[in-house]
Nanobody, 120 residues
């Protein structure tokens, strides 16, 4: 079972990126899948997640700029990021986990993530 993040890059402020989270050994549509990020010297934070029924949720700071989606044919979850700001600079991770008590509980294991740097 493995998740592979990709798509990170250096982008100028105001630019856009699309991150991909490809699943192998598991069918992503059967799970909640979330995107997280960790900036230098900061704790990892939730960006967005998508439930198995397709319902999506976003952290307040990302609403309106980021969009999470899933392509079941490709077994991949995407994070479209628009109007990027320098404070969006971080390593971005995807994860599965469980959703109960109206809350997303990510798995304990994390991949290597993908680096997003927003700078002019």
């Amino acid at each position: 079972v493995q998740l592979a993040e990709s798509g990170g890059a250096l982008v100028q402020p105001g630019g856009s990126l699309r991150l991909s989270c490809a699943g192998s050994g598991l069918i992503l549509r059967s799970y909640v899948v979330g995107w997280f990020r960790q900036a230098p010297e900061k704790e990892r934070e939730l960006v967005a997640y998508i439930l198995s029924d397709g319902d999506t949720h976003y952290a307040d700071a990302m609403k309106g700029r980021f969009a999470i989606s899933r392509d079941d044919a490709k077994n991949t979850v995407y994070l479209q990021m628009n109007s990027l700001k320098p404070e969006d600079t971080a390593v971005y991770y995807c994860n599965t986990g469980a959703y109960y008590d109206s809350k997303y509980h990510p798995d304990a294991d994390w991949g290597q993530g993908t680096q997003v740097t927003v700078s002019s």
